[in-house]
């Protein structure tokens, strides 16, 4: 990572400065902006209401795929654009980003096809699950659109292994394999789009926890949202990145509203060791009883589920109802029969709110996934041009990004210099390819750190290539182990809260590490966290008892994470992904 003064500052360091671009929303696709613009040479701003990736972005199913179900309503520039994103991130991303083995269950041959033609006709059609048939010409679509640049196995149909027979409800006969991919850690991803922004261009900065309020002329007036003060800047283009809050972002810079609606999809995370096993590293794509499509994979060894997709108005006020992980825990009685599940397997939950094109449709699955780049010319309040981001997919994120710094480069007058297409992101530059290059690599971080090798795949598996410079900085350090997470060390911890732009023990518990997710979370910890963090950005005690309160209190009511007992990390902590880029 970058210097922290050079790469994350707080609203008052802004005073009085001038930037090319201010970007509005730092969650994916206002990052993807940011790097962007930075590699043409655009000297950029980039700035949050709340922290980095906080947003939709850090609450995505950890998928990174085309969109299969997309081809029923014709998308097929959509799932084109997707594949070839999914198919870039794979190679730009290695490190954060894997093949995904993915199953149908199939229970009929002939299933779906009326209402699978009545969509793709634009008609709306009752729910009903897809047969052999329709997921067969629907898969050989969807490899065909992907086909550019593509690493991932063909897909496959088959009877139902006898390994798995067991597993589904009896009414499968067929399953149906294809692959797409998954990232274990977005958030950590936009931080290191950020990092490379910032390298490319080091007048390019970011601020989290910073409030856009208003905009008169040329100045954008800024407020703190820990400490309330304000400053002004002045630009001469802005983007509206914001997502979900794209309307309400809309308001204080004086431009076109009504763009953008949201609906929320509610994901769980459950200690289920039974299924974990019985997928065996695979992800089950497949239709609720209500035509809802869900899916459930092992994730970081628990398991992943989701998602819901309902209307919301505020996306500032979301969260994991009751009625979901009610909803989401009996689709999988229903897939799998023969297992219990339980709210006691929920770990942890999360929520996050699609930014979708406002539609006139009947059922929130059937809103169209298309991003758009609109742009409001100035006008009597506004002196310069806003850019808005409408829409838009985690997976191609890239693109959109493409799309919109090419109208700011317009706008401003200058030229593209150089594609982001082939560029590798933060730690997959100089990525080990293949498995013996890369237990070379784990050798070569051991013997310059002195770090034991279960301490180095760790490193490894978060910051990919950046490992080796962190071990380094780490064993300097000391690197003692957290009393109540030894996977991670104090010095991991302080680097992570002085130069990723921790500025809530929030930000560090969620985003900045996988604790959460995990379920490894315990009130301990989090006390041990709060410690070194509050020594690393200079808290004192009533700050440190602040934020542990704040922080469990998100935890337990947003969340549903359990924080009363001590885990045994040394026994359950699951393993990281393995070092193979080409395992699943």
Avoid at 116 to 137: E, K, M, N, T
Avoid at 220 to 249: C, F, K, P, Y
Wanted: charged content about 20%; glycine content about 8%; overall charge neutral.
């Amino acid at each position: 990572m970058n210097d922290p003064q050079q790469t994350f500052v707080r609203t008052p360091a802004l005073a009085g400065r001038h930037f090319s671009v201010v970007i509005v929303g730092a969650g994916i696709n206002g990052v993807g902006v940011f790097r962007d613009l930075s590699l043409q040479g655009v000297d950029c701003l980039v700035v949050d209401k709340g922290d980095f990736a906080a947003g939709a972005s850090s609450a995505p199913s950890r998928m990174i795929h085309g969109g299969l179900r997309y081809l029923e309503s014709g998308a097929f520039s959509l799932v084109a654009e997707a594949t070839r994103e999914r198919n870039r991130l794979l190679r730009n991303a290695p490190h954060l980003v894997r093949p995904l083995r993915t199953m149908v269950p199939l229970s009929s041959r002939f299933g779906g096809l009326l209402g699978s033609a009545l969509r793709f006709a634009g008609r709306s059609a009752s729910p009903g699950a897809r047969g052999l048939f329709v997921v067969a010409l629907g898969l050989r679509l969807y490899e065909l659109l992907g086909r550019r640049q593509c690493v991932l196995p063909g897909h496959r149909i088959s009877r139902v292994p006898p390994a798995d027979a067991g597993l589904f409800r009896p009414s499968v006969r067929w399953i149906a394999t294809y692959f797409d991919a998954w990232i274990s850690h977005p958030e950590w991803l936009i931080l290191e789009l950020m990092a490379d922004a910032c390298r490319d261009q080091p007048r390019s900065v970011a601020a989290n926890y910073c409030q856009l309020t208003r905009c008169d002329g040329k100045a954008v007036t800024l407020r703190d949202e820990i400490s309330g003060e304000q400053v002004q800047v002045t630009a001469d283009v802005l983007v509206n990145a914001s997502g979900a809050w794209l309307d309400h972002a809309a308001q204080a810079l004086a431009g076109a509203g009504s763009r953008v609606m949201g609906t929320k999809g509610s994901h769980l995370v459950l200690d289920h060791p039974a299924l974990h096993d019985a997928l065996d590293g695979r992800m089950t794509y497949f239709e609720a009883s209500d035509g809802r499509v869900c899916i459930v994979y092992p994730f970081l060894g628990r398991v992943l589920l989701g998602s819901t997709d309902i209307p919301v108005d505020d996306p500032d006020q979301v969260a994991t109802a009751p009625h979901e992980i009610d909803y989401l825990l009996g689709v999988l009685r229903e897939l799998f029969p023969r297992l219990r599940f339980g709210r006691d397997d929920v770990v942890y939950t999360f929520v996050g709110v699609r930014p979708l094109a406002r539609s006139q449709v009947e059922r929130p699955g059937q809103i169209p996934r298309e991003h758009a780049v609109a742009v409001d010319p100035p006008n009597a309040a506004r002196a310069v041009p806003l850019v808005s981001l409408v829409g838009g997919k985690w997976t191609s994120f890239r693109s959109l990004a493409e799309q919109a710094s090419d109208e700011v480069l317009r706008q401003l007058g200058r030229s593209r210099v150089q594609s982001t297409a082939q560029l590798p992101i933060g730690g997959a530059a100089a990525w080990p390819a293949g498995v013996q290059a890369m237990e070379r690599f784990l050798a070569h971080v051991g013997e310059r750190s002195g770090l034991n090798p279960r301490r180095v795949g760790d490193l490894v598996c978060r910051y990919g290539s950046q490992a080796l410079a962190l071990a380094e900085h780490f064993a300097h350090a000391g690197d003692a182990p957290l009393r109540h997470a030894p996977a991670y060390s104090v010095a991991e911890i302080r680097y992570l809260c002085v130069h990723t732009g921790v500025a809530r023990l929030s930000d560090l518990v969620i985003r900045r590490t996988l604790l959460a997710i995990r379920g490894q979370l315990s009130d301990p910890l989090l006390a041990e966290l709060a410690d070194v963090a509050g020594a690393a950005l200079h808290w004192d005690s009533a700050r440190r008892r602040e934020e542990l309160q704040a922080c469990a209190a998100i935890l337990r009511e947003r969340h549903h994470a359990r924080l009363a007992a001590v885990p045994d990390f040394d026994a359950s902590l699951p393993a990281e992904p393995t070092m193979d880029p080409a395992a699943p």
